[in-house]
């Protein structure tokens, strides 16, 4: 079993930047792939961003692209998401989640676990 906590979350105006954390826990947790999602109000769940445990590949959604990296801190067993150049549109509850695969997924359906998601709100 692997659990997932996102933390990190909260209001910023637009220009501005948060780094949301995600701490994995569980026996195998460092043998997931790890992505960043996000779901905007009265719209499907998008992908963010993803990286391998290892940190050695990583993918991002062409919006988010050159504004947010995906890292980790496998010491910690923590996943985080820098997101920079926030816009209005970046409004939404940001998931993470555990694959049990290295194939980074785009897909939400190809990841095992995940956390209850924290909001991020941007201001313009």
């Known amino acids: 079993q692997v659990q997932v906590v996102e933390s990190g979350g909260g209001l910023v105006q637009a220009g501005g930047s948060l780094r949301l954390s995600c701490v994995v826990s569980?026996?195998?947790?460092?043998?997931?792939?790890m992505g960043w999602f996000r779901q905007a109000a009265g719209k499907e769940r998008e992908f963010v961003a993803a990286?391998?445990?290892?940190?050695?590949?990583?993918n991002y959604a062409d919006s988010v692209k050159d504004r947010f990296t995906i890292s980790r801190d496998s010491a910690k067993n923590t996943v985080y998401l820098q997101m920079n150049s926030l816009k209005p549109e970046d409004t939404a509850v940001y998931f993470c989640?555990?694959?049990?695969?290295?194939?980074?997924?785009?897909?939400?359906?190809?990841?095992?676990?995940w956390g209850l998601g924290t909001a991020v709100t941007v201001s313009s």
């Open positions: 569980g026996r195998t947790a460092r043998y997931y792939a």
């Open positions: 989640a555990a694959a049990a695969t290295s194939l980074l997924s785009t897909t939400p359906r190809e990841y095992d676990y």
């Open positions: 990286t391998t445990w290892s940190g050695s590949r990583s």
